[in-house]
């Protein structure tokens, strides 16, 4: 038992934003060896004044990959944000690289202040309509759910497989719920018997864009997280359920954040302020981010009261979030000292044979024009099925081909395709996007949401494969062909395709210069270039392309592009 009279190692003084009781009053936080061991005065080696304290702010959902950096690099941004935990998956690196990748990724938070807290990825692949270059089956989730950070297991996406009682994803809940892990849940709108279904086996859901859509999870019994991220900005619209169902089931949430906004704005605090811009109250705001998703995971901090870990926020003014100073484990602004180190998540990922135009296009016997399902990508990761006619061209046919189908500029329609990067089968998935706006040139990435294989659409498949051999040669990233400057613009990601080898601040300028270029060549689409990575993704409807087709959400089932 400690004696009132010894000295602590610090003390802080200010409104402390007591989050256990939703009340903020004056008061002291005394800590000694990285804990928090009175809310009282107590004499001190160091004191520290601020007009407000806080616990450390918890990310409830996020994948860090989608930084563009490893995890030192991302703590050292984040945390002088007051940020100092994330609750995350790195199901980006486990459908590249398996659990070994997931691993190596685990194993880099070693080297940073943050407290990173691993939810396994579940879903790896997330279906089988699309080949990933991993996968986690329940043997491999037993192991991962037994290492010393991991908190839950991530988010269910295969939800037909679960609604069937399929035994392989049925046995990774079950070794969660063995181990009184929370099960965290991706469910886009699903409604009615079937959501009363998942809600037996899942906890959480951030996948809700609309009121109505939250507030029937709410009432099912998820706790509902809401999104603020860099394609995603749900916030907005599901802020009133704060006023509607008890807060503290709520939490907040970035799914992702690329890396220009990690550098220049942090994480989840951006989300604490937008929710007070809003109206909500700023100690709910704060609870949100705290103390609801702890107990959400049941994580020892997330709080101030004696026994917690010392992980605290010292703002000038709580509504603009003004950070004076962020304490982890009693450290007072550790990032200073902990420079971010190289990751040992590995290179040469990418792996596919150069391919040609022709390798690109859908080969059509004709007459045109010709009726074809389109996937039209419309903002916040989601897509609608449209009719759209395009024309046959036989000048650039392969051999023994009479033509083939190309895109309707002047009217968004572009083709697009989805090549197998991993060093499996080398399939081509071959379709036609809408809602692009390109006018001239190709985007493509090896960031294509949840198998990560190469995602390329443009005006042209001479362009398309420009961009995709480009991709090919430097091991993964994000590139834009220009054909008027015959210039291509690369953000090279050669760690796992995902992830730069080069510090934060160059990795963000290389991230706007590429904006920058599909900008110029006429991308308009809500989301901007992540936006695109998410046209692959076959658990979020209406209809997606993979690496083996045109893939129709709703009924999972694989459908022709050409619509008889």
């Not at 990173?116 to 192991?143: F, I, K, M």
């Not at 989301?527 to 409807?541: A, D, F, H």
């Not at 045109?550 to 592009?561: F, N």
Request: aromatic share 4%.
């Amino acid at each position: 038992m400690s004696d009132s009279t010894d000295a602590v190692d610090l003390l802080v003084r200010g409104t402390v934003v007591d989050v256990a009781t939703g009340v903020a009053a004056e008061g002291a936080v005394a800590v000694d060896d990285g804990e928090i061991v009175a809310l009282a005065e107590r004499p001190a080696d160091r004191v520290l004044e601020a007009e407000y304290v806080t616990p450390g702010l918890i990310d409830a959902h996020t994948h860090v990959e989608l930084s563009m950096v490893p995890f030192p690099a991302y703590g050292a941004a984040v945390v002088p944000h007051g940020v100092t935990s994330v609750v995350h998956d790195p199901h980006e690196i486990a459908n590249v690289l398996g659990p070994a990748g997931v691993r190596d990724f685990d194993n880099d938070a070693d080297a940073t202040p943050l407290k990173p807290r691993l939810t396994v990825p579940s879903s790896v692949p997330a279906t089988e309509l699309q080949d990933a270059g991993g996968s986690v089956n329940p043997a491999a989730v037993a192991d991962l759910l037994d290492r010393e950070r991991t908190v839950a297991l991530g988010e269910i996406m295969d939800l037909r497989a679960v609604l069937a009682g399929e035994d392989s994803v049925h046995a990774k809940i079950e070794a969660a719920h063995d181990r009184d892990l929370t099960v965290d849940g991706h469910v886009p709108d699903v409604t009615g018997e079937d959501l009363q279904e998942l809600a037996r086996y899942l906890d959480t859901d951030h996948e809700s864009v609309a009121l109505d859509e939250a507030r029937a999870k709410a009432e099912t019994g998820f706790r509902v997280y809401l999104r603020e991220g860099s394609t995603s900005r749900n916030l907005a619209d599901l802020v009133d359920l704060v006023d509607e169902v008890d807060p503290r089931r709520l939490s907040l949430c970035t799914d992702d954040r690329n890396p220009v906004d990690v550098l220049e704005r942090g994480g989840i605090n951006e989300a604490v302020v937008r929710a007070m811009e809003l109206g909500v109250d700023p100690v709910t705001a704060v609870q949100m981010a705290t103390i609801n998703t702890a107990e959400a995971y049941d994580l020892p901090f997330g709080r101030i009261e004696p026994g917690a870990p010392a992980d605290l926020v010292l703002l000038s003014e709580l509504e603009s979030w003004s950070v004076d100073h962020v304490i982890v484990d009693g450290v007072v602004d550790p990032v200073a000292d902990s420079p971010p180190t190289d990751s040992a998540v590995p290179t040469d990922t990418v792996s596919f044979d150069p391919v040609t135009p022709a390798e690109l296009a859908i080969e059509h016997p004709g007459p045109g024009p010709v009726d074809v399902r389109v996937e039209s990508a419309v903002g916040s990761f989601r897509t609608e099925e449209r009719i759209a006619s395009v024309q046959i061209e036989t000048a650039d046919a392969p051999d023994g081909a009479e033509g083939v189908l190309v895109g309707e500029t002047e009217a968004d329609i572009l083709p697009m395709a989805v090549i197998e990067r991993h060093g499996g089968p080398g399939t081509v998935g071959r379709g036609f996007v809408h809602n692009l706006g390109l006018d001239r040139g190709a985007v493509g990435t090896t960031v294509a949401h949840d198998a990560h294989n190469l995602i390329v659409a443009g005006t042209t498949h001479e362009s398309m494969a420009a961009v995709a051999n480009h991709l090919r040669e430097i091991g993964g990233g994000i590139a834009v062909f220009d054909p008027e400057r015959e210039a291509t613009t690369t953000l090279p990601l050669p760690k796992a395709g995902l992830l730069s080898d080069e510090p934060l601040a160059e990795t963000a300028r290389s991230f706007e210069a590429v904006a920058e270029a599909a900008t110029e060549i006429g991308l308009t689409v809500p989301g901007g270039l992540l936006e695109v990575t998410y046209l692959s993704l076959e658990v979020i409807p209406a209809l997606r392309l993979t690496n083996e087709g045109l893939v129709d959400v709703e009924s999972a089932s694989y459908v022709d592009v050409v619509a008889e």
